[in-house]
Every structure is written in C-alpha cells, then in structure tokens.
C-alpha cells in the first residue's frame, strides 16, 4: 500500500474527521456526546430556541439563493474534472466493486474504485483517510474521502476534494420542507476546492440552525462547522491502492450495502446531470464536458 501522511492546513482544533465507519475510539466519544446532548439540553452546542418561524423561513430562503452561485462559481478545472468524475462513477459496476475489495468494506471499494479509475485517466487521486481527537465541543473522529492533487507547470500544486456521500453530512432531525429543499439543491457528489467546500459549511450550517430554530431545537455538536470543517482539515494518509486481496474467493462476500449505495449513487447523479442539461443553454461546449467518458475496466492492465 503507498501512503504519505500528511496535514491539511487550518487550525488546530479543526483537526479530525468522521466518516462512513467510526473507530471505536470516536464511535464511543459520538455516543457520549448525543447522550450527554439530549440528556442536558444542548450539551455546549449552540443554544437558539425561538418561535420567531417568519424570520427563520426568512433566513433559509436567502440561504437557498446562495446556493445555485456557489455551484456556478467553479474554476474551469474543477468543472472538468467534476465531468470525468460523474462519467467514471456512472461508468463503475457491481463486478468492479469486487475486484476493489473482497471483504465488506463499509463503502470504501467504491472509493477506491474511483480513484483506480481516476489515475488510469492521468489524475493524482487517492482515498483520504483522515483522523482527529475530540476536543472540547468537537468529539474526535475518523473520515474517509478522495482529493486529486492538480500540478502547475509553475511547480506548485493544488489539492480537490471528493466527497462521494456530499448531502448526508447535513441530514438533521425533523429538517423543515425549506432545509430539505437546500439540502437537496447541494451537489451529489462534491467536487472542488476546500475554500468553496467552506462555503458550503457555513451555508448548511446557518441553515440547519434556522430549521431547528422552527422546532426549538438547538443545533447539535455534530452539526456545528466547527466539525464539519473537521471533516476535510485533519492529518490524513492518501492511499492509492489497497493491500493485494486474493481474488480467487472475491465473489463469496456479500457487498449488497455497496452496490445499493453505488445505485442510489448513480441515480442521483444521473437525476442532477439531467437536470443541469435543462437549465442550461445548449451549446457544443456543454454537448463535448457531459459526454460519458469510453467505459474504464477495473480489469485494464497497468
């Protein structure tokens, strides 16, 4: 397996990251934390209890507005490299998955199905696994995501984040139809720079807290930029490939959780692309950046 460690830039209590599979160690400090959250209230998250519906309804139909231009605000790589990106996972199959991972994987064969696909197209991806202790109001955690690292010719270097699950870091409790309608409008998988991921954030996160606000319900530590921010901020190893698995009993494990994942995937994705197709012009440019890529084979040899 070739892996570097490295650390993300930000500050210090930023540091960490939860994922698809906790770690015992921040599967137990969560589990302390939603406890210790509901038994005593607010549990040091931030505390706006108001029955004020007019300006919190208020409040979200100007987040929503901030939505649609941080999606058009995009780099001419970002929106390219989102392109392959959504060719190459409507281009992954079941079979695929398998050939990633024999074992059950929580999801991560996709991942890493991905980034095979990516680097046989030239880019500089790997999966991020990234981990971080609690501290204070941000319990400690674990998170698994991909970046494509986009050298200049000046020698410097840029680093993209992928996040495959975008929208589940910001499903919360009871969520009014207007949160439900930004958190639907947010892209399906994420795909651009950690200073437009942090827009983002803090959207999702004045808006979750005006949609609890509805519900006097205060806005949980889980759900706090703080760690949100954690999520994409923290030490990480970058992992290219997998340890060799013997392939011979490939088929004998049950990946159902990830291949209903890659089909809920999929038709998500497909279901936003069309949509884009309609809000936009129609245009040769538009017709050559939505072509789905000539189908990668996770079987092509190196």
Request: glycine content about 4%; charged content about 20%; overall charge neutral.
């Amino acid at each position: 397996m070739d892996c570097r460690v490295c650390i993300a830039g930000g500050d210090v209590w930023m540091r960490g990251q939860i994922g698809g599979a906790l770690s015992h160690e921040s599967e137990h400090d969560l589990a302390l934390m939603v406890s210790d959250f509901w038994e005593n209230g607010s549990a040091g998250a931030e505390s706006w209890c108001s029955s004020d519906s007019d300006s919190a309804l208020s409040d979200l139909a100007h987040l929503a507005d901030k939505i649609p231009f941080y999606k058009c605000s995009v780099a001419q790589y970002e929106n390219d490299l989102a392109s392959v990106v959504h060719s190459l996972i409507l281009s992954i199959t079941e079979k695929d998955l398998h050939l990633v991972k024999s074992d059950p994987c929580n999801a991560s064969c996709l991942k890493f199905s991905l980034v095979k696909l990516l680097r046989l197209s030239g880019y500089d991806a790997a999966v991020c696994s990234a981990r971080w202790q609690g501290s204070g109001k941000v319990p400690g955690g674990d998170h698994e995501y991909i970046d494509v690292v986009n050298h200049s010719s000046t020698g410097s270097s840029e680093r993209l984040i992928i996040d495959i699950d975008f929208r589940s870091h910001f499903e919360i409790a009871r969520a009014v139809q207007s949160y439900d309608r930004i958190l639907n409008s947010l892209p399906v998988v994420y795909v651009g720079s950690l200073t437009r991921l942090k827009q983002f954030l803090q959207v999702m996160v004045d808006a979750a807290r005006s949609s609890l606000k509805q519900n006097s319900m205060p806005l949980p530590p889980w759900r706090s930029l703080a760690y949100l921010q954690a999520k994409w901020q923290s030490p990480y190893q970058r992992q290219f490939n997998l340890d060799e698995q013997n392939f011979n009993s490939a088929f004998s494990f049950d990946h159902k959780q990830c291949s209903g994942h890659l089909k809920m995937l999929q038709s998500l994705l497909q279901s936003e692309i069309e949509a884009d197709r309609l809000l936009k012009p129609i245009s040769n440019d538009n017709i050559r950046r939505h072509k789905p890529a000539r189908r990668h084979s996770l079987f092509r040899t190196l």
